[in-house]
């Protein structure tokens, strides 16, 4: 461990406190993640107070699920700086936004579609997402396969394998009368777009 008691983002001194709210580097991740929280009494409750505010009694899910990974995240990187590792900062705050984009759209009750495409040896080679508004976890579920496909395809794959964590979602994709299925539509989109 590092003996020297200063905080090495900034020359204050060291301790839980500083490292996840008062440095500065804590404190523009937190600005940029919240423009209001210069009008709360975000940067001066005590620390028990504020993770008990902001990760328990908050009524924002949104917003607890973002503190307690930002508090992890600015944690960790604190880590690296203290074990001399290198600190991508572009890349620190580029996780912060996606988990903010991935949360907000779980738990504001909106639907999300997205996936990875993979090369055959599980390299990336790129994702996708979208909003899709009010639905179901199968029609979300279905939208991101139909878009999967449909982007895959318009890249030139074409021996393409598809995962799906979802038995229903599947069946109905193989066995479904779209005829008689209020998603139809949606199911015929996904089987013309396995066919293609």
Known sequence: MDGNGACKQCPREMETIHV????????????????DLQDTFFFSLPLRERLKENAYESKDGYWKTLFVVTCW??????????FNEDVDEEKDVGLLRNIRLTTMI???????????IRAADGKWLMG???CLGF???????MQALRLGLLLAWGLG????????????VVDLIADADQRFNPHGNLI??????IRI
């Open 128 to 130: 996708f997402q979208a």
């Open 73 to 82: 995240r600015i944690w960790t990187r604190r880590c690296r700086v203290v």
């Open 106 to 116: 779980v738990v504001s009750a909106l639907s999300g579609a997205g996936g990875l």
């Open 157 to 168: 794959f074409r021996d393409v394998q598809c995962s799906v964590d979802s038995k229903v």
């Open 188 to 193: 015929e989109d996904v089987r013309a777009s």
């Open 135 to 141: 639905c179901s976890n199968n029609v979300a579920k």
């Open 20 to 35: 996840l709210r008062d440095c500065r580097v804590s404190r523009d991740i937190w600005n940029l993640l919240r423009s």
